[in-house]
C-alpha cells in the first residue's frame, strides 16, 4: 500500500470501496497509458485513463482504456451535448485539481457528469489513476460508476476489425 494517501484513496476508503493500491516509476513523468500498464503489468485494455471535454462551461468526465482515443462524437451523444471539445490541458488543474497523467475520475473538485467506456462492464477490475502519477488504483468498475455516478456508454474509438459490442 502507498505511504502517503490521495484525496482519492481516502474517498474510495470513505465510501468503503475495496481497491488495490500499484505504484510504478513514472521516470521523467511524461508515461503514456500503455507504458503505464507495461510497468505494473497490466493488460492495456484493464488500465483505464480519464479525460476531461467541454461544451461551454459544462465540463463531461470520460474512462476510457488506456489504448484508446475519445470518440468525440460517441462521448457528447453519451452527455446528451451536441458536440464536445477536449478540455485544455492547461485548464486540467483549475478544473479538477489534478495534473495530467494522474488525472483520476475520484475526488475532483466537483462531480461533473462522468462515463465510463462500455467496455469496462466486461471486467472484473479496472485499474485508474488513483491521482497522482506513479499510482493506480485497481477496483471493481461498479464501484468506481457508484462513487462517481458515472454511465456507461461506448466511447472509444473501435478498430476496423472490432465491432461495437465488443
Not at 50 to 61: I, K, R
Request: overall charge positive; hydrophobic content about 40%.
Amino acid at each position: 500500500m502507498a505511504e502517503h494517501k490521495t484525496n482519492a484513496m481516502r474517498l474510495l476508503d470513505k465510501a468503503g470501496i475495496r481497491y488495490r493500491v500499484w505504484n510504478y516509476d513514472p521516470g521523467d513523468g511524461n508515461i503514456h497509458g500503455t507504458a503505464v500498464a507495461a510497468k505494473i503489468g497490466k493488460p492495456p485494455e484493464t488500465v483505464f485513463k480519464t479525460l476531461v471535454a467541454h461544451q461551454g462551461a459544462s465540463l463531461f468526465v470520460y474512462v476510457i482504456p488506456v489504448g484508446s482515443e475519445l470518440d468525440l462524437k460517441q462521448a457528447a451523444k453519451a452527455a446528451g451535448a451536441k458536440k464536445i471539445e477536449m478540455l485544455p490541458v492547461k485548464d486540467l488543474l483549475k478544473h479538477t485539481g489534478y495534473i495530467r497523467g494522474g488525472c483520476s475520475p475520484v475526488g475532483m473538485k466537483k462531480l461533473y457528469p462522468t462515463y465510463i467506456d462500455d467496455s469496462a462492464m466486461k471486467l472484473e477490475t479496472i485499474l485508474v489513476s488513483a491521482g497522482k502519477i506513479g499510482l493506480q488504483v485497481e477496483l471493481e468498475p461498479a464501484s468506481l460508476a457508484a462513487q462517481v455516478s458515472a454511465k456507461y456508454a461506448p466511447l472509444a474509438k473501435r478498430g476496423a476489425g472490432e465491432a461495437a459490442s465488443n
